[in-house]
């Protein structure tokens, strides 16, 4: 049975940090690449980082650049995305997500975790 756990969410105030965890289970994670996507309330759900199978190549959303910093290791079967000054707007579920291509686009992956929920107090 292929699943997707991701953990670490919580409550932090504005400017602190927060490590996710993504666990994958019932497949070869090394051969996906890993996204995360994140989802406000009443918001579409937005490509927050994306990393290439082999760790060599990632990809990062314009409003994360600079403060995410997403990171696999393959030997746990375990993604990681290490959230660092955050903002309320941050504020929203974080799912991780595995597919065949590193793309920003959703439809690019066919795994998907049930999320996380992160809320950034002001």
């Known amino acids: 049975q292929v699943q997707l756990v991701e953990s670490g969410g919580g409550l932090v105030q504005t400017g602190g940090s927060l490590r996710l965890s993504c666990a994958a289970s019932?497949?070869?994670?090394?051969?996906?690449?890993m996204a995360w996507f994140r989802q406000a309330p009443g918001k579409e759900r937005e490509f927050v980082a994306a990393i290439r199978r082999s760790a060599d190549y990632t990809i990062y959303a314009d409003s994360v650049q600079g403060r995410f910093s997403i990171s696999r290791d393959n030997a746990k079967n375990t993604g990681y995305l290490q959230l660092n000054g955050l903002k309320p707007e941050d504020t929203a579920i974080y799912y991780c997500?595995?597919?065949?291509?590193?793309?920003?686009?959703?439809?690019?992956?066919?795994?998907w975790g049930q999320g996380t929920q992160v809320t950034v107090s002001s």
């Open positions: 997500a595995l597919g065949l291509v590193t793309s920003a686009v959703s439809r690019a992956y066919v795994r």
């Open positions: 019932g497949l070869t994670f090394s051969t996906f690449a």
